[in-house]
């Protein structure tokens, strides 16, 4: 039944990602048809992230409190209505408010998915099933880029938004239907929750009698370096995700057809690094008997060693070399993003992964409002992209030095002590 609960969060980032791209790959059309600059575009391609950002704190404490399956129904709903709503706009200022909202629909995604797969899967298992999940925010650009950009050239913008609205409706009510925590899903068997159980998953928040607060967690060093990494993942990550259709456009003289399918090369490549390196090879280390919180270490930091070559995209020029480049820096960063969701659930105290999670994911998202923010003028400013490409090699140096320095062993973190009972 995991893998089941499994394949449903992964959809879940499929869609939401989706939901996602459809704005990049319309741009250069949605640009011409509103009149809108590439300072401004930079505004609103931001504007998601400001929502996403800001709520990933109450987010996670509403997860924690409420749980996984009530805030996962509710969420999926909301991403319904702001991308058909999407589909009607007429100006800048509906689209932005409406890029807000897909903020707040979308903000638990990744908690919540960190939290679900804490409490279903067995530490030894862990890395796959993040890896799967996480996967999929890359598959969505290598595959939904190209399929965007043949509904875009065919039957306009609009239309994008309508096909991923649809896709949200079939999602929303596969989550309603079959979601539930381990302790309360009535297909479950008794061998699997055995297995599940024993093998270190963590519990549900009604199974902890003492939760550690938010301000104990707050104070943890840990918590702040895979934040800080994550916000150097993001960088890179929300850089391509809003700009590099049009940079393949506007600086490589691609048309849009073109530059879906040329997009399309580093997610895919992004997709297979989380899977097989970032998943798969090191759950076989792991389970070959390799210190865990090593093995963990060693491909965080090669794979944003690897993110550092975004910056020799700042030399392309072609489209195949720019690709190649940025390839290589996102197949890097996506070993790292599958270790780097793993956290959550690896280091939170017992019934504090929501609000782990969500607190790192505020951090790290910061970097979803500033990549496409400072993109944009800088793109405006220079009439090019290289120095945006630069800085993000720099971003991701400094995340680099965050998992080296910061983050120290990757285990539990001890709960907060319960303070003594007052004597009579």
């Not at 707040?104 to 099933?129: I, K, Y």
Request: glycine share 10%; charged share 10%; proline share 5%.
């Amino acid at each position: 039944m995991r893998y089941v609960i499994l394949a449903l969060l992964a959809t879940g980032t499929l869609v939401n990602y989706l939901d996602r791209i459809n704005l990049t790959v319309s741009a250069p059309l949605m640009q011409a048809e509103f009149n809108i600059s590439d300072a401004q575009w930079g505004v609103l391609l931001s504007a998601f992230g400001w929502t996403y950002a800001l709520l990933q704190v109450p987010g996670g404490i509403f997860l924690d409190k409420v749980g996984i399956t009530w805030v996962g129904r509710v969420c999926s709903g909301l991403w319904v209505v702001a991308t058909f709503l999407t589909a009607t706009v007429s100006g800048l200022l509906p689209l932005f408010l409406l890029r807000l909202l897909l903020g707040v629909a979308e903000a638990p995604a990744f908690p919540m998915a960190a939290a679900a797969t804490s409490q279903w899967f067995p530490v030894r298992e862990r890395g796959l099933a993040t890896a799967s999940f996480d996967m999929t925010s890359k598959l969505s650009n290598a595959v939904g880029v190209p399929i965007m950009a043949v509904i875009v050239a065919s039957h306009g913008w609009r239309w994008a938004f309508i096909f991923t609205g649809v896709l949200s409706v079939g999602y929303a009510l596969w989550f309603w239907i079959l979601y539930r925590s381990p302790s309360r899903h009535p297909r479950l068997s008794a061998t699997e929750a055995t297995h599940i159980a024993s093998g270190g998953a963590q519990k549900a928040r009604d199974q902890v009698e003492t939760p550690s607060p938010m301000r104990y967690l707050v104070r943890q060093r840990k918590l702040w370096a895979i934040a800080f990494t994550l916000a150097a993942y993001n960088y890179t990550f929300f850089l391509f995700l809003t700009w590099l259709p049009t940079y393949l456009v506007r600086e490589m003289g691609l048309d849009v057809k073109g530059s879906g399918l040329y997009t399309a090369i580093p997610w895919l490549v992004g997709t297979l690094t989380a899977v097989l390196i970032g998943g798969v090879l090191l759950d076989r280390f792991i389970k070959a008997g390799r210190n865990p919180s090593t093995v963990r270490k060693v491909f965080l930091t090669v794979g944003l060693l690897m993110g550092t070559a975004v910056a020799g995209a700042m030399t392309a020029t072609t489209a195949a070399g720019a690709v190649a480049w940025i390839a290589v820096s996102l197949g890097g960063v996506c070993i790292a993003s599958s270790v780097i969701w793993s956290l959550p659930g690896l280091i939170a105290p017992p019934g504090a992964v929501g609000r782990v999670g969500s607190l790192m994911a505020f951090i790290g998202n910061l970097s979803s409002i500033a990549a496409p923010l400072v993109t944009g003028f800088v793109v405006e400013a220079t009439g090019s992209f290289a120095w945006a490409f630069g800085i993000a090699g720099g971003v991701v140096a400094l995340g680099l030095f965050s998992a080296l320095v910061l983050l120290g062993p990757i285990e539990q973190i001890k709960p907060a002590p319960v303070a003594a009972p007052a004597a009579a």
